[in-house]
């Protein structure tokens, strides 16, 4: 499985360091933040807090259950989820796509990544400890990309829709679950997440808006309080005659 992964990168290292269980290609490189949210998650006790409070998150916004059961992977699918925090959807990822499929979690924070190393236990699920905003990986490389609760916490978040877009195959499908600016009292709510905990909260219409702009054209969006479901399909390439 190891191997795998390490064929499907750009740049593969020379001596690959998977000695926490996932593959670390930052290092005791700095980790820059984006502000409050994401300092949370990077340390110890916010990955245990995030961890925790995923059951009760599931329960109360149907747009994260349904994130899932829109995923159409399957048994051989090769999948990127970008920003997989503790594991907990990826390695459900990883139960959909067996016993031949690949699954690649991509996060920053070492204490999310020792939870999900920790959490799951397939064969076909592997880790790599990197900026997910940057997926190190070669052009067309998976035929579908999720990312849950992430986007909202890169620097660019529209950089990095570039970049999951840059690695997903044609025909490939994007999933996405990110928050968005709600209405009444949600907007109080969302106006404190992106001034104090900096997070950029999505206008409903922003993310299938910038899909449509980058030559997407089968977009669909789900919108429930300050909560978005996005899922689309990138483009098949032509066939040339």
Not at 20 to 44: F, K
Not at 139 to 165: C, I, K, N, R, Y
Not at 210 to 237: P, S
Request: proline content about 7%.
């Amino acid at each position: 499985m190891r191997d795998r992964v390490l064929e499907l990168l750009s740049d593969p290292p020379a001596e690959p360091d998977w000695s926490r269980g996932y593959l670390d290609l930052i290092g005791g490189q700095p980790v820059a933040s984006t502000g409050a949210i994401q300092s949370l998650w990077l340390g110890p006790i916010g990955s245990a807090f995030y961890a925790n409070a995923l059951p009760f998150w599931s329960r109360l916004t149907d747009e994260y259950r349904a994130s899932l059961e829109l995923l159409e992977a399957v048994d051989g699918s090769t999948v990127l989820d970008v920003g997989c925090g503790p594991g907990t959807l990826t390695a459900r990822i990883g139960e959909l796509v067996q016993p031949s499929g690949l699954v690649v979690g991509l996060d920053v924070s070492e204490p999310m990544l020792t939870r999900a190393v920790h959490a799951t236990g397939s064969e076909n699920v592997a880790y790599v400890r990197v900026d997910a905003s940057l997926p190190p990986f070669e052009d067309e490389t998976f035929d579908a990309v999720f990312s849950s609760a992430a986007l909202q916490l890169f620097e660019d978040p529209f950089a990095a829709l570039d970049e999951l877009l840059r690695v997903l195959r044609p025909g490939g499908q994007l999933v996405l679950f990110t928050p968005c600016r709600g209405r009444g009292p949600f907007r109080i709510v969302s106006s404190v997440l992106a001034s104090v905990g900096g997070v950029a909260m999505f206008d409903p219409r922003e993310l299938p808006a910038a899909l449509k702009a980058r030559g997407i054209t089968d977009v669909r969006q789900r919108v429930g309080g300050m909560f978005q479901l996005v899922d689309a399909y990138k483009q098949a390439t032509p066939s040339r005659l």
